[in-house]
Structure formats: structure tokens, C-alpha cells
């Protein structure tokens, strides 16, 4: 079975600090990999995903993610976060095959922004 | 646009009850999943269904878990006899379809559901 390592819990920078979020999976076949997010309070939303060709994908809000298949990462990055960026990061997993559209994720990283 | 609705919000009930969650997909999206997220054991899939297709239930915790979805659109999650460790803010999720052009699936709000 396929499995999501988020490495770090709770991730607390200062605003304009620089974010890099980790996130491996486990399987051997082709993925599709996704980053949302968790705002207090709000929903899951879809920060970025990767279904095929640029390994370096960007999302919203300045964040951008680098697929890199040798080492099953998919790791978030931010140049320089904001105090609105505090939230819960959630890395996700499919993988290309039928029936197998459920996402598979990772515990989480909480992220706090000082100001 | 109208997103992913689910109802109720928050649902208190006494061990042993059944309880009945629901989920609005967005107009027009023909998959819908439920996940479950919990403290211990974080966001997990519980069940998939695809146009007239058969469900796929593989992760359904237990036999007390079923859920349908009417006409393509509305689903209803159910739990019998409900335990202290169904407690969990369980969530809706719909996408266009499953092809990688319209596979990303939206979430709704969640219903946490607490049993005492």
C-alpha cells in the first residue's frame, strides 16, 4: 500500500523567512502528487499539484513544489511566507491506476508564522 | 460557484446511535469521496463512487459504515452504533471526473462528529 511521510509536525518561522516542507511517498509506480492546505477554520484547498512533465510546479499564493522521482519527494517550497500562511500543510498521494482515485495523506505539518 | 456542501456542521450523539451524515457535490461532478480525519490517525479515505459505477468501500473501518449516493449526486454516510472512536471531523470531497484533467477534488466544510 502506498503511504505519505510529512517530516516535520509544526514548522514555526518568522514572516519573510523561507519555507521548504517535506513530503516522500511510498510507491514504485506512477503518481500524482498534491499539496493542500488548511486554514483556521476553513476547509482543504488544493495549493498545487503534479500530474505529469515540469517537475517544478507552481501554485498559488507563491508556493511551488519540485516532484523529484529518485528520491519519491514532492517538497513545498515558499522564498518568503507570510503571517497568513500559518496554517496546516497536507501532502497527498494517487496513484495512475483504475480505481485508484482516493488520495492517500501525509499526518500534516503545521505551520506558525510570527510576525 | 456553488462548492462541496455537507451537513450537519456538528453532530453530538450518545454511543450506540446511528447517525447520518450528508454531502452536496458540486453541480456536475461525477466522483465523490468521503474521508475521515482524526487525531491519531489523520485524513483517511473511507469510500468512492464514480457515475453508476460500484463503490469502492475499501476504506471503510467496519461493517457499522455504509454509505449510498442517490442519483448521482447527493451521498449519505451512515454509521450504526456509533463507538467513542467514530469521533472525527469527516469530510466530502468531489472532482469533475477521474481523468488527470479533471481529477482535483474539492472539499467541503466537514461535519465533526462527536459521540459521547
Known amino acids: 500500500a502506498q503511504s505519505v511521510s510529512q517530516h516535520n509536525h509544526h514548522v514555526i518561522l518568522s514572516e519573510a523567512a523561507s519555507l521548504e516542507l517535506g513530503c516522500n511517498y511510498s510507491y514504485g509506480g506512477t503518481v500524482n502528487l498534491f499539496w493542500y492546505v488548511q486554514y483556521p477554520g476553513q476547509h482543504l484547498q488544493l495549493l498545487l499539484k503534479?500530474?505529469?512533465?515540469?517537475?517544478l510546479v507552481k501554485g498559488i499564493k507563491g508556493f511551488e513544489a519540485e516532484f523529484i522521482k529518485s528520491k519519491f519527494s514532492f517538497n513545498l517550497r515558499k522564498p518568503s511566507v507570510q503571517w497568513s500562511d500559518t496554517a496546516e500543510y497536507f501532502c497527498?498521494?494517487?496513484?495512475?491506476?483504475?480505481?485508484?482515485?482516493?488520495?492517500?495523506f501525509g499526518k500534516g505539518t503545521k505551520l506558525s508564522v510570527i510576525p | 460557484g456553488a462548492g462541496v456542501s455537507q451537513s450537519p456542521s456538528n453532530k453530538v450523539t450518545e454511543k450506540g446511535k446511528d447517525v447520518e451524515l450528508r454531502c452536496d457535490p458540486i453541480s456536475g461532478h461525477t466522483a465523490l469521496y468521503w474521508y475521515r480525519q482524526s487525531l491519531g490517525q489523520g485524513l483517511e479515505f473511507l469510500i468512492y463512487?464514480?457515475?453508476?459505477?460500484?463503490?469502492?468501500k475499501s476504506g471503510l473501518p467496519s461493517d457499522r459504515f455504509s454509505a449510498e449516493r442517490t442519483g448521482g449526486s447527493v451521498s449519505t454516510l451512515t454509521i450504526q452504533r456509533t463507538q467513542q472512536e467514530d469521533s472525527a471531523v469527516y469530510l466530502c470531497?468531489?472532482?469533475?471526473?477521474?481523468?488527470?484533467?479533471?481529477?482535483?477534488?474539492?472539499f467541503g466544510p466537514g461535519t465533526r462528529l462527536t459521540v459521547t
Open positions: 463512487f464514480q457515475g453508476n459505477s460500484a463503490p469502492d
Open positions: 503534479y500530474f505529469s512533465g515540469d517537475p
Open positions: 470531497a468531489s472532482s469533475l471526473g477521474v481523468s488527470s484533467h479533471s481529477y482535483e477534488q474539492y
Open positions: 497527498a498521494v494517487t496513484h495512475s491506476g483504475a480505481g485508484s482515485y482516493q488520495l492517500t
